[in-house]
């Protein structure tokens, strides 16, 4: 997406064209549409722009749309975090932002139909903004471009569906059973019945993901009440991946507001139940089209395992990204379905890096560390980063985990967001795969959120020190 072609008086990047037409055969197959959201997605991996008359959409594709360098500099609740005095220290300039093509959709919902499509934004040299994640995401991939490989991914996304009216203190509550008007109370995971009495929930669902175009393949109950997962079907196009991780979310809250209930991505809503995490299925394919994780065993060729010991090495300088936030580290307890070290196992879900059973072709590992409230475009390529670097440098995974390893932490990982910080500030493989600035903004802006965490006085200090 770098290419440009003059236009007097400013310069639209080539690219702008393909997604010109996506978007007028979206306009003319959906006459009723009236608005159209111009976005980006954020450092947090939230949705952020303007909403437009479908009449002035035009624009967009003609001159781009000024949006400030700011915008992806927010902290999770939408307030301007200044990095390096970037936002109010510098101006707040503009740039001009362009559509990206394969992101024109219509959104589902209530209200007057809309149109939604991704923007880039780009500085005056044309360059993308460091803070942009899918950018980010694009300059790994096209290290394996280098390999004459194309990575396929799948995400999986947890999350839960909780009470819109919240606890005295705040705190999330499960929701009503829609059948009996109980509060939900137990785990029952996979869960057929459940299922079936929130089916109203996951047939909305449905339906947003059929007019999006996000392909989730299986929901299904998970270890807790008011939990549950979404599958998303594999891609050969990995950022095609990850905006389907980010739709996902989008329509999972709103299918969830539609029944009456909150949805939530957070790591950790409920401190004695599972948190929720966004696993992420990884296979390779050569030039010819062949799975190079596939030998025929179950253990996986040597790549995989190179592919894995890449994993290990750039786990800890990973982490926070994985991990985005003060909450996300609660998440990270034995036997709760979070890995708690770097060991990998064969259809062994206490490990970290996970191989699926299944047949050959299908062969890949399921990283398992990050988070539901992970950026979902930095975790993937934070990902493809260590399984680039375990194939160039050929590391060793060592021997593949048996039986429970949940209760083995590894004391050479972060478990604090500060922690987890001062590992990416000292990383020594990630920058030669996000490149500097990218890392050094994430890194200050999850900082100052941290901070502005710690100045509110949680209920717990009260009871205890008051």
């Known amino acids: 997406m770098n290419k440009a072609a003059a236009i007097p008086g400013f310069a639209r990047p080539a690219f702008v064209l393909d997604a010109k037409a996506e978007f007028e055969a979206l306009v003319a197959q959906h006459p009723g549409l009236e608005f159209v959201d111009a976005v980006v997605v954020d450092l947090c991996g939230t949705l952020r722009g303007k909403r437009l008359p479908i009449g002035e959409a035009g624009k967009l594709f003609d001159s781009g749309l000024q949006l400030p360098h700011s915008i992806y500099l927010m902290d999770a609740r939408g307030e301007m975090t200044n990095p390096f005095g970037r936002g109010f220290g510098d101006g707040d300039p503009d740039g001009t932002a362009w559509p990206v093509p394969g992101t024109a959709r219509q959104v589902w919902g209530e209200g007057p139909g809309r149109a939604q499509i991704f923007l880039t934004l780009r500085d005056d040299a044309g360059e993308p903004d460091p803070a942009e994640p899918i950018s980010a995401l694009e300059r790994v991939l096209a290290r394996f471009d280098e390999l004459k490989l ?106 969830a507001r539609s029944c009456g209930f909150d949805g939530t991505f957070m790591a950790k809503p409920y401190a004695d139940r599972a948190g929720s995490g966004l696993h992420i299925h990884l296979s390779l394919l050569n030039d010819k089209g062949q799975n190079i994780f596939d030998n025929g065993a179950a253990e996986g060729s040597q790549a995989l395992h190179h592919a894995i010991g890449g994993l290990q090495a750039t786990m800890a300088e990973s982490m926070a990204l994985f991990a985005p936030s003060v909450n996300s580290y609660r998440r990270f307890q034995p036997d709760m379905f979070a890995p708690v070290n770097r060991r990998w196992g064969v259809n062994n879900r206490s490990a970290g890096m996970r191989v699926p059973a299944g047949p050959g072709e299908a062969r890949r590992v399921e990283h398992r560390v990050a988070g539901a409230d992970a950026n979902p475009y930095f975790a993937l390529a934070a990902v493809l980063a260590g399984v680039h670097h375990g194939l160039e440098t050929k590391l060793d995974p060592g021997a593949p985990a048996v039986g429970n390893v949940s209760r083995e932490p590894d004391p050479s990982l972060p478990f604090t967001i500060d922690d987890a910080l001062a590992r990416l500030e000292h990383a020594s493989i990630l920058p030669a795969y996000f490149g500097d600035e990218t890392l050094s903004l994430y890194r200050e802006n999850k900082r100052i959120e941290a901070q502005r965490v710690r100045r509110a006085i949680p209920p717990t200090e009260y009871a205890w020190y008051l």
């Open 150 to 255: 194309t990575p396929v991914c799948a995400l999986e996304l947890e999350f839960y569906l909780v009470d819109p009216a919240r606890g005295a203190d705040g705190a999330p509550r499960p929701p009503l059973d829609p059948r009996s008007g109980t509060r939900e109370s137990t785990a029952s995971v996979y869960g057929v019945d459940d299922l079936d009495r929130f089916q109203g929930f996951l047939s909305a669902l449905a339906q947003a993901a059929e007019t999006e175009g996000v392909p989730v393949s299986a929901t299904s109950k998970e270890y807790a009440p008011g939990q549950f997962e979404a599958n998303l079907k594999h891609q050969s196009d990995a950022r095609l991946a990850a905006d389907h991780a980010v739709l996902l979310q989008q329509i999972v809250k709103a299918a």
